[in-house]
């Protein structure tokens, strides 16, 4: 693949960089926040000299990849569609508007939107959602709980609301979300799903979801070892798209 890399600056387009070549890929060129960090392709600070640059590459861009920030969400769509080039959106932290940005871009290029490329995070979700459609009913609790770096801005994790949704799905119903608990106040409604971020040192990513009844707990959980992991899952993303004849929107389940 010949890859555009929006974000080859930040720590997962590092990683990015280097399983590509690993796999026998190529980043042809890069966004990034600065031209001080030297890339062994083509790099720009913004999406009009990002445009410059695509145009004198020899080699023509089949997708791209983004682990950026979720402020250069609107620019990204905007250029994937003048560039007719499929997107595998790995970025978290976007409003229900640019969502909504994302599902109109859809209808002209190829995007897997995705809060979390591991294969493992996906397989949870599906077996989550199997656990919460049988334990809900019979009563047990459920809570969600993420754990990330102290430099991840976003909390809840894009990955915990996915995991959310799926429950809901199993649940048949809207869970009452509740975001951390403090404070005295009413017993927990069965209906609650409590959802609680951590954030320090290193953690790489772990989530749990906890069903809790009064005889008994079960836990399933996912930890993230490396960085690698998810770069790895985008490889296996970006392949899948393009091999994807129409536009749309798509999700990682979409390759098992």
Do not use: C
């Not at 392709?41 to 020899?58: C, Q, R």
């Not at 995705?114 to 199997?130: A, L």
């Amino acid at each position: 693949m010949n890859i555009i890399l929006i974000g080859s600056d930040g720590a997962m387009g590092k990683v990015v960089t280097n399983i590509s070549k690993e796999l026998g890929h190529q980043v042809v060129a890069g966004l990034q926040s600065t031209e001080e960090t030297e890339q062994p392709f083509p790099i720009a600070t913004n999406f009009d000299d990002l445009t410059k640059v695509v145009e004198e590459l020899e080699i023509k861009p089949e997708v791209m990849i983004d682990f950026s920030t979720p402020q250069l969400t609107d620019e990204l769509l905007a250029f994937a569609v003048a560039q007719n080039l499929p997107l595998m959106l790995a970025t978290t932290g976007q409003s229900e508007a640019q969502e909504q940005a994302i599902q109109e871009a859809s209808k002209s290029v190829a995007i897997l939107d995705t809060h979390n490329t591991s294969i493992g995070v996906n397989v949870m979700q599906e077996v989550s959602k199997h656990l919460s459609k049988v334990l809900y009913p019979l009563g047990y609790d459920i809570e969600i709980i993420e754990k990330h770096h102290r430099y991840k801005k976003d909390a809840p994790s894009g990955t915990a609301k996915m995991l959310l949704d799926s429950v809901e799905e199993g649940m048949s119903e809207s869970a009452t979300k509740v975001y951390g608990r403090e404070g005295i106040g009413e017993a927990r409604e069965h209906q609650e799903v409590g959802l609680h971020a951590i954030r320090g040192g290193d953690i790489v990513g772990e989530h749990t979801i906890i069903f809790a009844n009064n005889q008994e707990t079960l836990e399933i959980t996912h930890r993230a070892g490396s960085k690698e992991l998810f770069a790895r899952g985008a490889m296996a993303g970006a392949e899948f798209l393009i091999n994807q004849a129409e536009p749309g929107i798509y999700s990682m389940n979409d390759i098992f």
